[in-house]
């Protein structure tokens, strides 16, 4: 079965910078896109970033919500099966949960919630 096993959150001061993991078994990592989600208290999950896998005539290419969008660097390490979001110039407004997703998510929607891993807990306070 899709396990989704995401690490490296914390608190982190504005200005700030975090990498996130997220270790994938039970399927073809490589294949899939994969997407990195967030939810802030008391708001919906939004999209933060997709990296196409090997099936995608552009693989390994990373997009981005513009929220995120020069600040977040997603990329992926296929053999050792774990998805990476690398974070910096952290704000107050990145505080989410952030979750990995197997699948491919935009602005127009996100993978089912069943391929979603756990979360790590993101803190952007001084």
């Known amino acids: 079965q899709v396990q989704l096993v995401e690490s490296g959150g914390g608190l982190v001061q504005p200005g700030g910078s975090l990498t996130l993991s997220c270790v994938a078994s039970?399927?073809?990592?490589?294949?899939?896109?994969m997407t990195w989600i967030r939810q802030a208290p008391g708001k919906e999950p939004e999209w933060a970033s997709s990296?196409?896998?090997?099936?995608?005539?552009?693989?390994?290419?990373?997009s981005y919500a513009d929220s995120v969008k020069g600040r977040f660097y997603t990329y992926r390490d296929n053999p050792k099966t774990t998805l990476y979001l690398q974070m910096a110039s952290l704000r107050p407004d990145d505080t989410a949960t952030y979750y990995c997703?197997?699948?491919?998510?935009?602005?127009?929607?996100?993978?089912?919630?069943?391929?979603w891993g756990q979360g790590t807990q993101v803190t952007v306070s001084s």
């Open positions: 039970g399927f073809a990592f490589r294949f899939y896109d």
């Open positions: 997703a197997r699948g491919r998510g935009s602005l127009s929607g996100l993978p089912p919630r069943g391929d």
């Open positions: 990296i196409t896998g090997l099936v995608d005539a552009d693989s390994n290419a990373p």
